[in-house]
Antibody, heavy 124, light 108 residues
C-alpha cells in the first residue's frame, strides 16, 4: 500500500532554514509528480510546490517562490522541501502528496495519497 | 490566478442530504476533485474528476459539475461525515493546483 511519511518539522526562528523530508513507499516513486501542501493552524489547505516525475518541472506558490526549493532523490524514494528565510506566516502542517493525472477530455490533476503531515512552527 | 469559492459552513440533520458547492469561473470546463479532512487528520480524496469515487468511499458521496458551480453531494448523512471538505482544480495557465477555502459540514 502507498505510504508517505513526512519528517523534519519543528520550531525554528524567523529567518532560519529547515528541510522537510517525505519517505515514499508502495508505488513507483520515479513515475509520479509529488507535491507539498500546507495548512496553517485553523486555516484551509494551501498548495506549496510541485516537482514533476522527471524533475524537469518545479512550480511554486507565489507565497514561497524564491525561498523554498522542492527536490527528490529517486535512489532513496524521498521528497524534500528546503525552506529558507522562514517567516511566521510559514507556520503550518506540511503534507506531502502524490500527484495523479485525471485523464479524460478535461485533463487536470489531483492528489490521490497524502502523508500525515509534519508541523513547522516559526517563532522567536 | 484561478479562484474557487466555497461556503464556510453547511449544516444538516442525520439522514438528510448535504450539498457543498464550489464556485469558479467556467468551472464546468475543469475537472474538480473533493477532499474530506476530519479533525486532526490528513485530507482524504472522496471524489475525483467531478463525480468518480475512489475505492472505499461510500456511494453516498457523489459529485457534479456544470457552468460555474461544482457540487459535492452527501446522501443519508451520518455523524461520521462531520469534517471539512475542500474542492480542488488544476490551473492550466500556471500548472498550479488550487484549493477552495473549505466548507465545514456539521451534522446536527
Amino acid at each position: 500500500q502507498v505510504q508517505l511519511v513526512e519528517s523534519g518539522g519543528g520550531v525554528v526562528q524567523p529567518g532560519r532554514s529547515l528541510r522537510l523530508s517525505c519517505a515514499a513507499s508502495g508505488f513507483t516513486f520515479s513515475s509520479y509528480g509529488m507535491h507539498w501542501v500546507r495548512q496553517a493552524p485553523g486555516k484551509g489547505l494551501e498548495w506549496v510546490a510541485l516537482i514533476s516525475f522527471d524533475e524537469i518541472y518545479k512550480y511554486y506558490a507565489d507565497s514561497v517562490k524564491g525561498r523554498f526549493t522542492i527536490s527528490r532523490d529517486i535512489s532513496k524514494n524521498t521528497l524534500y522541501l528546503q525552506m529558507n528565510s522562514l517567516r511566521a506566516e510559514d507556520t503550518a502542517v506540511y503534507y506531502c502528496a502524490k500527484d495523479r493525472a485525471a485523464g479524460g477530455l478535461k485533463g487536470g490533476y489531483y492528489f490521490d495519497y497524502w502523508g500525515q503531515g509534519t508541523l513547522v512552527t516559526v517563532s522567536s | 490566478s484561478y479562484v474557487l469559492t466555497q461556503p464556510p459552513s453547511v449544516s444538516v440533520a442525520p439522514g438528510q442530504t448535504a450539498r457543498i458547492t464550489c464556485g469558479g469561473n467556467n468551472i464546468g470546463s475543469k475537472s474538480v476533485h473533493w477532499y474530506q479532512q476530519k479533525a486532526g487528520q490528513a485530507p482524504v480524496l472522496v471524489v475525483y474528476v467531478d463525480s468518480d469515487r475512489p475505492s472505499g468511499i461510500p456511494e453516498r458521496f457523489s459529485g457534479s459539475n456544470s457552468g460555474n458551480t461544482a457540487t459535492l453531494t452527501i446522501s443519508r448523512v451520518e455523524s461520521g461525515d462531520e469534517a471539512d471538505y475542500y474542492c480542488q482544480v488544476w490551473d492550466s495557465s500556471s500548472d498550479h493546483r488550487v484549493f477552495g477555502g473549505g466548507t465545514t459540514l456539521t451534522v446536527l
